[in-house]
Structures are given as structure tokens and as C-alpha cells.
């Protein structure tokens, strides 16, 4: 059963005519598939897309091993390829064209122009042999920043990054920290399922970002990414954040200047942290997390969203040094914590539960491996629906089982 269905109306929006999406709720609210959407756009997977599977090999095999463009300018060098071969409308775009997309370029600071002409320059050096005509500076800056603010990344089951794509009609709806929709992907398709009640006439929201940290975090990361100050209920309400933001119990509590100085080391060592991934070795970022939890726990209790952040990155690293038990033990810390900051259906904990009663079967702990299955497979039989290869798969490691 289909329980949405999409009317489209012209509306101006920032001096641009764009369709609107106004959804009607046809039945009660099932979990089921509301619309399927093909990309204009994928990245990384190869399938069945000759054309510009064979863009970017002639362009690599030209590089060898100084082939190294972003993945950001990969994807615009297919749009651009891509608009060449196609006038018409394509099947992503049958309420919005990507040339109707948000730029904000007004709104640009120096630094993002930097990274800007940065993107235009690599795309020049690494796409000007193979596609010819590249648009102006002044089209590439436009196209990269509504590459920019409207596209999606792909991610596994578990979280893992898969690619970039563009999905305009996707891209149509608004964020919400409270979502009421989550947006899933099978292959190339974006697949958009309710996840909350939506009564008629209500509109429909998907996040945008990483829903784990309180309000101003989230505030600040919505701004400076896709510059809007988020109104929505769970940013005027805050219902959230103490719990994200919770103390350790001590005997003498903590100074509100010592919380939130502590606070500020929090957000420095996640900023560094994600700076050092990309030089230093897994044994020096693993005592980065160590080092860093304890500093914090001085002050944060175990279920801060800060601590959080930092234990799961330590649980990401020793995943990747196959430290099996070191995994599990904060995969163990997290998993409760972020069943109570995340909404009820998300993918950040699905893939939790996920990674951790993998790592419970690895680890020959059965019932507690099927226990965390379940769990995962609870959520994901909602956000991914019943009938993915993703939900497919884990019902069938629960099986193995019996
Ligand atoms: C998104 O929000 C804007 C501004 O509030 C509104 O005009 C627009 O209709 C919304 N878009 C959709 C798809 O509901
Ligand atoms: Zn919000």
C-alpha cells in the first residue's frame, strides 16, 4: 500500500520558481515506502553507467596514481557530463531540476571560497583533457555550491561511507531534528520512508545532519553548512539536551565555568581528532580517544554526547586494528546512551546494534548477538522497510543462528 502521494505546486522560493511538495496521508501511518527516487547523480558504484564509468577510467588511467580529485569534484564532473547527454528531465528530477538548486552564495565566507576555487581548480586538472568546454568560473562556483548544500552521502548498513550523489527531488524537503521521514538507499535509489505519525497536510522533514549533539552544536553545524537557523520542535523545545549534556554525580559538582571550559576542550580534541585521522597511526589516535576521555570524564558522565563521540571513535579504530574485544567493550559504553539521544527510528543506532551483535557472533556470544540483531532489525524494518537486502540479510545472520 502506498501512503503518500505527492501534489507539487509552483512557489518562489529565494526568487526561484520550484515545485513544493505538499504530502496527504492516505492511510495510517504504516512504516512503508512513500516514493522511490533514481539519482541524477551516483558516486562510486559503477553499475550499468557506461558513459561515465568511462569518463572517469580514461581520466584516471591518465593519472595513474596522482589521480586523487575529491569526491565532490568526481560528482561534478558527472553532473556536468551527465546535463551534456541529457536535456530532458530525468527521473530525479520530476519536481526540481539540480539547476534549481540552493547556492547561498551569498552567503559564502572566505574560507568556503577558498575551498571553492579550490574544487574548481582540481576539477580543471584533473576533468580539462576529458570534457570539453568546462562551464565558466562564475557556473562552477554556483554548481559546487549546490553540490554543496544539496547533496547526499551514501553510507552501509553500517555506517560505512559509500559515496556522494545528488537526488534533487530529495533534496526538496526541509531538515527537522525530529525527523518524520529517513532517506535510505537501495543501489542507486533514494528511498524515503516515514518514521513518525504525518497527519495530512503536515510537512515532511528529514535530518541533515548528525542528530547526536544538543541544540546550539546542531545549530551551529546547520548554519554553517547550509546557513538556516533551525527552528524546529526539538531546537525550541531542548528536550534533549541535558541528558546530552549530562554531568558526572560527584560529591562537589562542577563549577558551570569548569563545564564550560570542558566543553570547549570537548569541541577542540573532536576537531583535532578529525584532522589527525588523516596523519596519524591507530595506536596514536587510540590514545588520542584514551587520553581525551579521561580528561573529560573528570567532569562529563559516561552518557555525555562528548564522551560519546570520542568512544566511538575509539571503538572505529580498534574495529579497523581487528581489536575485536576493545570494539565491543565501546560498542558496549555507546549503544544504550544512543537509543536515548537519537530518535526512536535511526540509522545511528540501528548500525550500533548492528556493529555490536556482529562483533558479539564474532566473539561466539550468540544470545547476546541475536539480542542486538533484533534490535537493529526493529529499526531497520521501518527506516529501510521489510523488504531490503540490508534487513534481508541481518534476519538471515539471526537465523543462522538458530
Ligand atoms: C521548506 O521551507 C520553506 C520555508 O519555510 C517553505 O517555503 C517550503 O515550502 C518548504 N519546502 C517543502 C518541500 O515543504
Ligand atoms: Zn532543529
Known amino acids: 500500500m502506498l501512503v503518500f502521494f505527492l501534489i507539487h505546486t509552483n512557489l518562489k ?53 596522482n589521480w586523487c580529485p575529491s569526491e565532490t569534484v568526481r560528482l561534478v564532473a558527472r553532473i556536468i557530463m551527465k546535463q551534456r547527454v541529457t536535456t530532458d528531465r530525468t527521473p530525479s528530477e520530476r519536481l526540481l531540476l539540480l539547476k534549481e538548486f540552493e547556492a ?79 532517506v535510505t538507499y537501495k543501489g542507486t535509489v533514494a528511498e524515503v520512508r516515514a518514521v513518525q505519525e504525518i497527519n495530512p497536510g503536515e510537512e515532511i522533514f528529514d535530518s541533515y545532519i548528525d542528530l547526536l549533539y544538543p541544540t546550539e552544536d546542531r545549530r551551529e553545524r546547520l548554519l554553517d553548512s547550509y546557513f538556516f537557523m533551525c527552528q524546529c520542535t526539538e531546537c525550541t523545545s531542548r528536550s534533549k539536551d541535558k541528558a546530552k549534556m549530562e554531568i558526572r554525580k560527584l560529591s562537589s559538582p562542577p563549577e558551570p565555568k569548569e563545564i564550560q571550559s570542558m566543553v570547549h576542550y570537548a569541541k577542540n580534541v573532536i576537531e583535532e581528532f578529525r584532522r589527525a585521522k588523516h596523519y596519524k597511526n591507530p595506536g596514536e589516535l587510540l590514545e588520542m580517544c584514551e587520553l581525551s576521555l579521561e580528561k573529560m570524564g573528570a567532569i562529563f558522565a559516561d552518557t555525555n554526547v562528548y564522551m560519546l563521540h ?52 564474532g566473539l561466539e556470544k550468540k544470545s547476546q548477538g541475536v539480542k542486538a540483531l533484533k534490535k537493529a532489525l526493529a529499526i531497520m524494518e521501518v527506516a529501510h522497510g521489510k523488504d531490503h537486502h540490508y534487513v534481508a540479510e541481518v534476519k538471515r545472520e539471526i537465523l543462522d543462528q538458530k
Not at 586538472?125 to 554543496?148: C, G, M, R
Request: charged share 15%; glycine share 6%; net charge negative.
Open 13 to 65: 522560493l529565494n526568487n526561484k520558481n520550484i515545485c513544493c511538495l505538499f504530502i496527504s496521508l492516505l492511510g495510517p501511518f504504516t512504516g512503508l515506502l512513500i516514493y522511490d527516487w533514481s539519482p541524477l547523480c551516483f558516486l562510486s558504484a559503477q553499475r550499468g553507467d557506461w558513459p561515465m564509468h568511462k569518463l572517469e577510467c580514461v581520466a584516471m588511467c591518465a593519472y595513474g596514481e
Open 310 to 361: 570520542m568512544m566511538y571513535q575509539a571503538m572505529g579504530v580498534c574495529l579497523y586494528m581487528q581489536d575485536w574485544d576493545g570494539a565491543m567493550s565501546y560498542g558496549e559504553k555507546i549503544v544504550q546512551p544512543y537509543s536515548v539521544h537519537y530518535p526512536t527510528y535511526s540509522l545511528n543506532v540501528a548500525s550500533m546494534y548492528l556493529k555490536l551483535g556482529r562483533l558479539y557472533l
Open 104 to 182: 547561498h552564495l551569498d552567503k559564502m565566507d572566505s574560507e568556503k571560497e577558498e575551498l571553492n576555487q579550490a574544487d574548481i581548480a582540481a576539477l580543471h586538472h584533473f576533468y580539462s583533457k576529458h570534457i570539453s568546454d568546462l562551464p565558466d568560473d562564475q557556473a562552477l562556483t554556483e554548481l559546487f555550491a549546490q553540490v554543496n548544500c544539496n547533496g547526499f552521502t551514501i553510507e552501509d548498513e553500517e555506517l560505512s561511507h559509500l559515496g556522494s550523489a545528488v537526488f534533487p527531488d530529495v533534496a526538496l524537503m526541509n531538515h527537522s531534528c525530529s525527523p518524520n521521514v529517513i
